[in-house]
């Protein structure tokens, strides 16, 4: 009863704050300078054409008949027509999120692997200079931005010693047989694994980018449930039977010490995908940051509005998980 309750709350929260997102969003882009019609139309549109589109795309009327409008339609899965491309927003932003979701997972995967290679390595080494040596490179990770770690490996990996691809997503002159465009699944399910690697290769540097300062952030915290875990009275037995080192890390403090990090991955990955809004316009990457990017300059307020909504949803839909899991794994939260 304990978990319905939370997650019925969770629930309600999640619905003021999108409702919230929604309104303030709505607000904010109209209320800045600029006229997005005007902007689309040729030099020559006379007062006449400016007019007609304003009050196709119902820019005539206030603000508040404004979003009445659109969040009637949104309840019924209509977000708007966009300005600029003319096509249904909803269909736009679900074309360029299967993009982002899957370098978002890519960098995620990266990150935990390094993370908690480096926790572990720290953990076994604590005391000596190799865990010296890896809190420097954690904090020199964190000391630098998303962003500079893509120009870097571009620089090393893209100009020095051109490795992998340094933009979009998939090189345009390969048959892309795909029914969808979870390019990187499909791939590996039509056993193409010729176009695998060179998604994989598109993908690498700025899944890396992404990945560097949350696997600083992984392997900080990690290693500090580790170190403390090391000191308890199961772990001290687990060495008295003669166990080695590595398996009272790797089996016997793990398990306990890992819960606060698992936490905190469901929460980073949130702010991970918001992160790919610059790194996909560095790389050239076709997704919806990418997009997002794009619809700001233009000033598309449909799309816009559609990218954030989709973004706001992404987050509260992956903090409720986090808390569900969260009290699920805890039996503390779980019994209480």
Not at 86 to 112: C, F, H, K, N
Not at 188 to 194: H, I
Not at 266 to 283: D, N
Request: charged content about 15%; glycine content about 8%; overall charge neutral.
């Amino acid at each position: 009863m304990r978990l319905l309750r939370t997650f019925l709350f969770r629930l309600l929260t999640t619905a003021i704050t999108l409702i919230g997102v929604a309104v303030i969003v709505f607000v904010v882009i109209r209320v800045v300078p600029g006229n997005p019609i005007a902007m689309m139309l040729p030099p020559g549109a006379t007062d006449e054409d400016i007019a007609r589109l304003t009050s196709q795309y119902g820019l005539d009327k206030s603000i508040p008949e404004q979003f009445f409008i659109w969040a009637s339609g949104v309840l019924q899965g209509d977000f708007g027509t966009s300005i600029t491309a003319r096509q249904p927003v909803l269909d736009l932003v679900l074309g360029r999120l299967p993009a982002t979701l899957e370098l978002s997972l890519m960098a995620l995967v990266i990150a935990v692997l390094i993370g908690g290679f480096l926790a572990l390595t720290g953990t076994r080494a604590r005391g000596t200079k190799v865990e010296a040596g890896i809190d420097i490179a954690n904090g020199m990770a964190l000391s630098v931005p998303d962003f500079l770690w893509g120009l870097i490996l571009i620089l090393l990996f893209g100009v020095l010693v051109p490795v992998f691809h340094i933009s979009g997503r998939v090189t345009p002159s390969l048959e892309l047989p795909f029914t969808t465009n979870f390019y990187l699944i499909e791939s590996v399910l039509r056993l193409r694994f010729d176009l695998w690697a060179d998604i994989v290769s598109h993908m690498f540097m700025p899944a890396l980018a992404l990945a560097i300062p949350l696997a600083a952030i992984i392997a900080q915290l990690l290693k500090q449930s580790l170190k403390e875990t090391m000191h308890l009275d199961y772990v001290t037995l687990a060495r008295t039977k003669g166990y080695g080192e590595t398996r009272v890390i790797t089996r016997e403090a793990l398990p306990n010490a890992i819960l606060p990090t698992l936490t905190l991955v469901g929460v980073q990955f949130t702010f991970l995908i918001g992160g790919t809004v610059i790194i996909e316009r560095l790389f050239s990457y076709e997704g919806l940051g990418n997009m997002a990017i794009d619809a700001v300059i233009n000033r598309d307020l449909p799309l816009i509005q559609g990218i954030v909504i989709l973004f706001a949803v992404i987050f509260t839909a992956v903090n409720l998980l986090v808390d569900l899991s969260y009290a699920l794994l805890n039996p503390r939260l779980r019994h209480g």
